[in-house]
């Protein structure tokens, strides 16, 4: 039986409302477009890239590169470290403004990232549920719900045998931010 594929931990902090608004107003968030399948398709989110300065996270055929981190941004970022026992050079953030916008199926796979690379993700918001179903059958899956100031520890083995996604929930009004730490080759 595979072991379910990843661990959650919780704080709590009064400073998360701050650090919303903090991602909300001084990131360059950017309405993306990918090409797929011949043809321009927007995405169903805002997505914003902060690295190391000289370091580039290709995806999807787009290219985002980093410029330095804010000095607000940092103790997240060892906050993420320090969960995980994983150094980070790169986190990529995900601005969900209601339950409509989503992220489909996928593992971190690229070619950047090591073959079996940790992520590790705080959500900020709404309450969504995150989905995790097995690559070889799609019929076995797991859900979490991922509350506001949880984070997500998916470990080396999460990108190899799973996917994951966050789905469409029409009833949900309210804005998620997704921050999701990665080291980059």
């Known amino acids: 039986m595979e072991a379910k594929p990843s661990y959650r931990y919780s704080f709590s902090s009064s400073s998360l409302p701050s650090l919303m608004s903090e991602l909300k107003l001084h990131l360059p968030w950017q309405k993306e477009v990918l090409s797929m399948f011949g043809r321009d398709v927007p995405v169903p989110r805002l997505v914003a890239f902060v690295a190391n300065e000289g370091v580039c996270y290709r995806y999807s055929g787009k290219d985002h590169h980093g410029t330095g981190w804010p000095a607000w941004l ?89 996917q994951h996604s966050l789905p469409v929930r029409k009833r949900i009004k309210e804005e998620r931010i997704s921050l999701t730490f990665r080291l980059l080759l």
């Open 74 to 162: 940092l103790p997240i970022k060892a906050e993420a470290e320090a969960l995980s026992q994983q150094s980070f050079n790169s986190v990529l953030l995900n601005w969900y403004r209601d339950g409509e916008e989503y992220m489909g199926w996928h593992s971190d796979n690229e070619k950047v990232l090591e073959p079996a690379p940790v992520v590790a993700m705080l959500s900020l918001g709404a309450t969504r549920d995150f989905l995790f179903r097995l690559k070889v059958d799609h019929k076995t899956k797991h859900s979490m719900e991922l509350e506001h100031g949880s984070w997500l520890i998916m470990g080396a083995s999460t990108q190899v045998l799973w």
